[in-house]
């Protein structure tokens, strides 16, 4: 070890532990624990933690920020391919998908059209 350099030591911090607990949740953990589909509040769940801890680890880590985007994005994939097959009930999907900036557009116009008739000729 160069001079001057310094060995990390003693126990590993409370948001190393839960980044690696959060990655478990991530790759699989989310099905063993019951949750049908991974979510922040899952994940908070799972740590034993709140939804504004996890929001709270991510502004000070990079990485648990990431990680929550990553859980955020298999939902969003798990809940369209789900509903696609009608595995998930529809209203929730759409509900959920609503999370992830989808939404039902209806376009409206409201021009009329106008019919000319030309009546010269006509007795």
């Not at 990079?62 to 998930?88: H, M, P, R, Y």
């Not at 998908?97 to 000729?121: F, P, W």
Request: a neutral charge; charged letters at 25%.
């Amino acid at each position: 070890m160069k001079k001057g350099g310094k060995k990390k030591v003693g126990c590993p911090s409370e948001l190393a532990e839960c980044l690696i607990k959060a990655k478990e949740y991530l790759l699989g953990g989310y099905e063993t624990f019951g949750d049908v589909v991974p979510s922040v509040a899952g994940l908070a769940c799972y740590l034993g933690k709140s939804r504004e801890a996890m929001n709270e680890y991510a502004r000070k880590d990079n990485e648990f920020s990431d990680t929550l985007e990553a859980i955020k994005t298999v939902q969003e994939n798990k809940l369209i391919n789900k509903g696609l097959t009608g595995e998930f009930n529809s209203p929730i999907v759409k509900l959920m998908l609503a999370n992830h900036d989808y939404s039902e557009k209806q376009e409206i116009n409201h021009q009329t059209a106008v019919c000319h008739l030309n009546l010269s000729g006509w007795s």
